[in-house]
């Protein structure tokens, strides 16, 4: 079942999902706090930290101060306090200041608690509101809750928007932080790139049949083992109905030169994160390949993607900024 859970279900009646009046279902509590539904029934099974109210003996409806002692929970559990000591201490800490009951179907806007820890967060600065949820499930190592938060986003608002204003505002937030915290959280980085990247080939339809002459090859350059901003590019590609090739991390000269040649595709993305696997002399050589018959030959168009392009002009090979602009170059290549 998706993030937007069926809160019905839980006890039966409830108006087949429409929440009732007097504070928050469990599945409107899981998604404000970015959890899994199941997650919030073991913390209130297993750690009493249910709420006090029921209705018909069964419904559970979380107050204010229910879901700030949750929102204590996720907070301690992400500095590395294991769920049953952080139940402890949420448990036994002073009641948060109380905050109006929220209306039925609203989630409650409130800022989170003091931290367990200092710099224990994510810097997020002005995000979407799932980038909050997601980052805090990924700093739990949350597995489940990071593939529903995933999984929603692209839904409800589309892959290229998912990655650019989701995915990656929060992938470069963690990148901050094993930075800033002497190699701490690397393992952070890793579980929520693994997630996202599953989760873009998740959301990827079947790949379309090649056309010929019609095709993309997308790789990184010799060196380069950054592929998760590849994997955005092939995954909305193939959503829109384009042929693509997606040859990963790392490829060698050879290797690289040797597609091209045998699949002849209307355009090449070479990916370079930094200025050291950027390639000039190798992007120049795969933009001057020919194939076709004489008098009709055609050329692949080149574009260089990633930061380690910037401050390189390369004439005649566009270097777009972002996954919408680069998926919409690689359309005007292919449709020419």
Do not use: N
């Amino acid at each position: 079942m998706g993030m937007r859970e069926r809160d019905g279900a839980e006890g039966g009646g409830g108006g087949g999902g429409v929440p009732l009046s007097g504070g928050l279902t469990t599945g409107e509590v899981a998604r404000h706090l970015g959890v899994a539904p199941t997650t919030v029934r073991t913390w209130d099974r297993r750690y009493g930290l249910g709420p006090a109210d029921h209705i018909g003996g069964r419904h559970r409806r979380w107050a204010a101060e229910d879901v700030a002692r949750l929102e204590r929970m996720c907070v301690l559990t992400a500095t590395g306090l294991s769920p049953s000591e952080a139940a402890r201490v949420a448990l036994h800490d002073a009641p948060p200041e109380a905050a109006p009951v929220p209306q039925a179907g609203q989630v409650p806007r409130r800022p989170l608690p003091a931290r367990g820890r200092a710099g224990s967060g994510l810097r997020l600065g002005d995000v979407r509101h799932e980038c909050k949820g997601l980052s805090r499930a990924a700093l739990r190592l949350d597995a489940a809750a990071v593939d529903e938060l995933l999984d929603a986003a692209i839904a409800e608002h589309g892959l290229v928007t998912a990655w650019t204003e989701v995915m990656m505002p929060t992938l470069q937030a963690v990148g901050r932080k094993w930075q800033t915290s002497g190699e701490r959280y690397v393992e952070v980085e890793h579980f929520l790139s693994w997630h996202v990247s599953g989760a873009l080939r998740r959301s990827t339809p079947p790949a379309v049949a090649d056309r010929p002459g019609a095709g993309t090859v997308l790789a990184c350059l010799p060196g380069e083992s950054h592929t998760l901003p590849l994997e955005a590019l092939a995954s909305a590609l193939t959503e829109r109905g384009m042929p693509v090739r997606m040859l990963g991390g790392a490829l060698p000269v050879e290797s690289l030169i040797a597609a091209v040649r045998r699949t002849g595709p209307a355009a090449v993305g070479l990916w370079a994160q930094s200025r050291t696997t950027a390639s000039p002399p190798l992007a120049r050589h795969v933009a001057a390949m020919e194939r076709g018959v004489r008098g009709a030959r055609r050329k692949p168009v080149v574009l260089t993607l990633g930061p380690g392009w910037a401050g390189q002009a390369m004439a005649g090979m566009p270097r777009p900024l972002g996954l919408a602009e680069a998926v919409a170059a690689l359309e005007s290549a292919v449709m020419k």
